[in-house]
Structures are given as C-alpha cells and as structure tokens.
C-alpha cells in the first residue's frame, strides 16, 4: 500500500526554522539589538573573570595544601616556601594580571562576584605563606618576628608591580604615551579582610595537625596568633556585612577548637592530647571548608 | 610573635569602613529625595487610569518631577567616587528602575514610542556610558521598560471602561514590539530574566482585552466590514509573530 496512513507521512515537510525576521527599521529592534550587544558583553567579561578566578581558586588550594605538609622533622621547609612563594609569584604575575586585564577601564566592584572567590583564597594562601615564613621561624628560634602579615596596601602593590612590568613592555611597543599608564588588580579592604578570617581556619588546622606530629610548641604558637587575630577581628565595627560576621562566628570556633587543644597539651602532655581532642569535638563542631 | 599580626590592619580598616558607611548615610539622603520626587510623579500619573482627558497635564507635571530628580542625580553623583558606581549602586536601582518606568511612560502617553535609554539618560541628567561618568545602567533600564509594560496593560482595561477602544489597540502593537525586542537579548538567569517571564502575562492581557473589543465590534468609528478586515489583518499579524 502506497498509501501510509502512518502518523509519519502526515508530517508535513519541515520548513527550515526562520530565526524571527527583524524589521531593520523598527526603531525599537533596533536599540534593542544594540542592548543585546552591550549586555553580551557584560555577560561574557563576567564569565571569562569567573573561570579565571576558579583558575585562582584551585591554585591557591593546592598551595595551601602544600604548605600544610612543612613539617620541621622532615626539614622540607625551605623548600616547601619557596615553591609556594613561587607558585603564588606565578598567580601574581599570569592569573591575576589576566583579571586586571579584563578590568581595565571597567568598575572593579562590578565583577567582584566574579573574581572575590579567587581573590579570597588566594590572600589566605599569600598569608599563611607568610605566616609559615615569618612566624614559624621566629617561634623555633624564640625571637620576635619582624615581619608583619601583609596588608592590603602591600598586595596591591605588588599587583600592581606586575602590571607596572607589563605597561613596560607596553611602552616598547606602543607609542610613550600610553605606556605610562599601567593598570593595576584593584585589592578591595573587605576581600582582604574576608581572606584573612580565612587564614584562621587554616592556622586552626595546623594546631591540630602539629598535635598529631607531636610538636606541641606549634600548637601553642598559631593558637596565639589565632587569638590575637580573634581580637582583631572582634574589634571591628562593622554594619551591613553579614559575610563577615559570619566569618568571625566561624573564627571563633577555630580559637576555641585551638586553645582546647592547648589545653589538653597542658594537662595531659602532648602524647594524650593526640587522643583526647578527637573525643573533644563536638559533633557540630567541624568547620571544615574542605579542599576542593 | 604579636609582631606578626599587625593591629593596625584593624585600625585602618576600620576607618576604611567608617568612611565607607558615611558615603552611605550621603547617599541615602540624596536617594530619598529622589524617592520622594518619583512619588509625586507616580501619583500624577495615576490620573490615566481614571480621567483621559487630564493625561497631557498629568505628563507635564510628571515631567517636571522627573527634571527636579535630574538636579538631585546630579547631586547623587557627585558623592559617588569615580569608579566606584558598582560599590553603591544598590541604593539607587530601585529608584532608578522607577523613573524609567515613569519617563518611559510619559514619553509614550505623549508620542507613542518607546523612549531610548540615551532619552531617559538625558532626562535624568546621567551618561549612558560608564566611562564617562554616573550613568544609566543598562539593566535598570531593561527593568524600568518591564515595569512599564505591566502599567501599560493596566492601562488598557480601564481605557476601555473609559470608552477608548483604540487604545488597546495601539498598546497591543506596542507591547509586541517590546516583546519581541526583549527576545533579541541573551538573558542570564538573574533579575531581569525572571522579571522579563512576567512579561508574557502583560501581553497576553492586552491580547484578551483586543480580543473582547474587536469580537463585538466596539472600535471607535469603525463599520462592520472595516472591522472584518482589520481583524483578520490582526489575526495575520499573530501569526506573524
């Protein structure tokens, strides 16, 4: 039978799909088309930043983490920081850059969602670099530190230093004019802040983790940094951000966490403290931000 | 070891923030003014729905508010730093969306056509570029126009209890062209996204209320025949759609 009466056959012939035909002179089509254009490019400058700052994000993590395995009877710790400083050097220079790049002429705190996540883990990763740099040493040979962590004003200088470099070479190609200029990676107060309470986190980690390779000094020491940047912290008064205040709750249990440890290593010895402070985390506790 | 934490760090972002904060307080006094002005041009728009007659005045007047609100931006913008628009900017969208919505309304009670966002920049005094200083975000525009739709479609309901059939008409085209406009933009899930789904509905209000007018006939000046016509050339123009 020639003739199917199959639901096949009464498909018509599909016509190609028109895209929706646009009045060229319709004026509002067209200042439409020319906001489609502009919010296009909002979006895409969006994104490219988001997966620079994930770049960001993940690099730093891996930094940490590598930091986390110092460990004074190995006597890998010159060569731990100086990976890490270079690794971190390398984000300055290449990731950071990048973001600048993208931000040139644009309102850093347009994109700030997009790029605050990598910015925050990196400034945890900068500092607790510096803090295993200046403050551990310090400690193992009972001497004042005379290095302080880095402030916002000394990172956005040396972001700005790379650019500063990159305007160089700019000037050498480009006319002298423009090459002057330089741009830099605009380092907000807040994010840094935000980044630092951070660092607690990972200082309260390394109390805990310097317990169980029983070097209970190093306990004692980032618990002291701990409460002093607790204090610190607490001293802020500061409205309308609730991220912070969220992160001072966290940081609070960090320092509590951290002198319980201590405190166990007072009345037990450090040996004993190893298996008490596992019975003495509550269960709600645990603020571990996790790694990936 | 106390070296290492530096209290001034503290110290200075605390002042950091206190400085912030006061730029704020600035701000929202320069923004409630605004809010106050956009009011009174809300209320002087609000005669529309109830006396067609009184829509020139209603449009002047509203104007007029809309020119104080330009001296107040003017205001607003001098607090803001330069390049710091974005970090402020959450206290004046809202009100910003507003007085779209309220300039795009008189310019189309009073010609027809849909305002520009460079129009409504000049209006209120802003730059549509943000280089060039305080400006109209393109997305508060976006906003405004929205906002104006869903008063569009009120609009046209009570036009017809006031007798005006061919209003509806014209505000139909209108919003299909505002529609199929918002269609050309790639919308991220965001704010504009959900508030242009809404969108639909103002249209298809005005749809029904062309529908009800045109299937009894109740166009002003029209024959029977004409009236034939013309809504089988509407009906063709869905179509098209």
Same mark, same amino acid.
């Given at each position: 039978?020639?003739?199917?009466?199959?639901?096949?056959?009464?498909?018509?012939?599909?016509?190609?799909?028109?895209?929706?035909?646009?009045?060229?002179?319709?004026?509002?089509?067209?200042?439409?088309?020319?906001?489609?254009?502009?919010?296009?490019?909002?979006?895409?400058?969006?994104?490219?930043?988001?997966?620079?700052?994930?770049?960001?994000?993940?690099?730093?993590?891996?930094?940490?983490?590598?930091?986390?395995?110092?460990?004074?009877?190995?006597?890998?710790?010159?060569?731990?920081?100086?990976?890490?400083?270079?690794?971190?050097?390398?984000?300055?220079?290449?990731?950071?850059?990048?973001?600048?790049?993208?931000?040139?002429?644009?309102?850093?705190?347009?994109?700030?969602?997009?790029?605050?996540?990598?910015?925050?883990?990196?400034?945890?990763?900068?500092?607790?670099?510096?803090?295993?740099?200046?403050?551990?040493?310090?400690?193992?040979?009972?001497?004042?530190?005379?290095?302080?962590?880095?402030?916002?004003?000394?990172?956005?200088?040396?972001?700005?230093?790379?650019?500063?470099?990159?305007?160089?070479?700019?000037?050498?190609?480009?006319?002298?004019?423009?090459?002057?200029?330089?741009?830099?990676?605009?380092?907000?107060?807040?994010?840094?802040?935000?980044?630092?309470?951070?660092?607690?986190?990972?200082?309260?980690?390394?109390?805990?983790?310097?317990?169980?390779?029983?070097?209970?000094?190093?306990?004692?020491?980032?618990?002291?940094?701990?409460?002093?940047?607790?204090?610190?912290?607490?001293?802020?008064?500061?409205?309308?951000?609730?991220?912070?205040?969220?992160?001072?709750?966290?940081?609070?249990?960090?320092?509590?966490?951290?002198?319980?440890?201590?405190?166990?290593?007072?009345?037990?010895?450090?040996?004993?403290?190893?298996?008490?402070?596992?019975?003495?985390?509550?269960?709600?506790?645990?603020?571990?931000?996790?790694?990936? | 070891?106390?070296?290492?934490?530096?209290?001034?760090?503290?110290?200075?972002?605390?002042?950091?923030?206190?400085?912030?904060?006061?730029?704020?307080?600035?701000?929202?006094?320069?923004?409630?003014?605004?809010?106050?002005?956009?009011?009174?041009?809300?209320?002087?728009?609000?005669?529309?729905?109830?006396?067609?007659?009184?829509?020139?005045?209603?449009?002047?007047?509203?104007?007029?508010?809309?020119?104080?609100?330009?001296?107040?931006?003017?205001?607003?913008?001098?607090?803001?730093?330069?390049?710091?628009?974005?970090?402020?900017?959450?206290?004046?969208?809202?009100?910003?969306?507003?007085? @779209?919505?309220?300039?795009?309304? !008189? +310019? /189309?009670?009073?010609?027809?056509?849909?305002?520009?966002?460079?129009?409504?920049? =000049?209006?209120?005094?802003?730059?549509?570029?943000?280089?060039?200083?305080?400006?109209?975000?393109?997305?508060?525009?976006?906003?405004?126009?929205?906002?104006?739709?869903?008063?569009?479609?009120?609009?046209?309901?009570?036009?017809?209890?006031?007798?005006?059939?061919?209003?509806?008409?014209?505000?139909?085209?209108?919003?299909?062209?505002?529609?199929?406009?918002?269609?050309?933009?790639?919308?991220?899930?965001?704010?504009?996204?959900?508030?242009?789904?809404?969108?639909?509905?103002? @249209?298809?209000?005005?749809?029904? !209320? +062309? /529908?009800?007018?045109?299937?009894?006939?109740?166009?002003?000046?029209?024959?029977? =025949?004409?009236?034939?016509?013309?809504?089988?050339?509407?009906?063709?123009?869905?179509?098209?759609?």
């Amino acid at each position: 039978m020639p003739n199917h009466s199959g639901f096949r056959q009464n498909r018509k012939p599909q016509k190609p799909k028109e895209k929706p035909t646009i009045d060229e002179n319709n004026p509002v089509l067209k200042a439409f088309k020319s906001y489609a254009a502009e919010l296009d490019d909002k979006h895409d400058r969006y994104e490219r930043i988001v997966k620079l700052s994930r770049d960001i994000t993940i690099e730093s993590k891996r930094i940490i983490f590598s930091l986390h395995s110092i460990d004074s009877r190995k006597g890998n710790k010159e060569k731990v920081l100086e990976e890490a400083q270079q690794r971190l050097e390398k984000l300055i220079e290449n990731n950071f850059k990048a973001v600048a790049k993208e931000l040139k002429d644009q309102d850093p705190y347009h994109y700030r969602g997009a790029y605050s996540p990598g910015l925050q883990e990196f400034i945890e990763a900068y500092t607790f670099m510096e803090y295993m740099k200046y403050a551990d040493e310090a400690q193992a040979n009972g001497n004042n530190v005379e290095k302080s962590v880095s402030d916002w004003i000394d990172l956005q200088k040396q972001m700005h230093y790379t650019d500063l470099q990159q305007s160089e070479e700019n000037e050498k190609v480009d006319n002298e004019e423009n090459g002057q200029k330089g741009y830099s990676f605009f380092v907000d107060p807040t994010e840094y802040i935000l980044g630092v309470s951070d660092l607690t986190g990972e200082l309260m980690r390394r109390c805990i983790n310097s317990l169980g390779s029983g070097e209970t000094d190093t306990c004692l020491s980032t618990c002291k940094v701990l409460q002093q940047f607790y204090t610190g912290y607490i001293s802020l008064n500061v409205h309308r951000c609730r991220e912070l205040s969220r992160k001072i709750y966290t940081m609070r249990q960090s320092v509590l966490k951290s002198e319980n440890v201590c405190y166990n290593v007072k009345v037990r010895g450090g040996e004993a403290a190893k298996w008490g402070s596992v019975f003495d985390n509550k269960p709600g506790d645990d603020i571990d931000e996790g790694f990936y | 070891m106390s070296n290492f934490i530096n209290l001034n760090i503290f110290e200075n972002y605390q002042k950091y923030i206190d400085n912030e904060q006061e730029i704020r307080e600035k701000i929202r006094v320069v923004v409630r003014e605004i809010e106050h002005l956009a009011k009174e041009a809300t209320i002087q728009l609000q005669i529309i729905h109830s006396d067609l007659t009184k829509i020139d005045h209603a449009c002047m007047q509203a104007r007029k508010q809309i020119s104080l609100c330009a001296e107040s931006y003017k205001n607003l913008a001098e607090i803001i730093p330069v390049g710091q628009y974005y970090r402020y900017s959450d206290h004046w969208t809202f009100i910003t969306q507003r007085l @779209v919505f309220l300039s795009a309304m !008189v +310019v /189309y009670l009073e010609a027809g056509f849909l305002v520009t966002r460079e129009t409504v920049a =000049e209006m209120l005094g802003l730059k549509t570029n943000h280089a060039d200083g305080f400006h109209l975000d393109i997305e508060d525009y976006l906003m405004g126009i929205l906002q104006m739709a869903s008063e569009l479609s009120r609009f046209a309901t009570n036009s017809v209890t006031m007798g005006d059939y061919d209003r509806p008409l014209n505000i139909s085209r209108f919003m299909a062209d505002l529609n199929s406009g918002y269609r050309l933009l790639n919308l991220k899930n965001d704010g504009l996204r959900k508030r242009f789904d809404a969108l639909k509905y103002d @249209v298809k209000k005005i749809e029904e !209320v +062309v /529908y009800d007018i045109s299937i009894r006939g109740l166009r002003n000046g029209s024959n029977p =025949e004409a009236l034939v016509a013309a809504v089988q050339a509407d009906a063709s123009n869905e179509e098209n759609k």
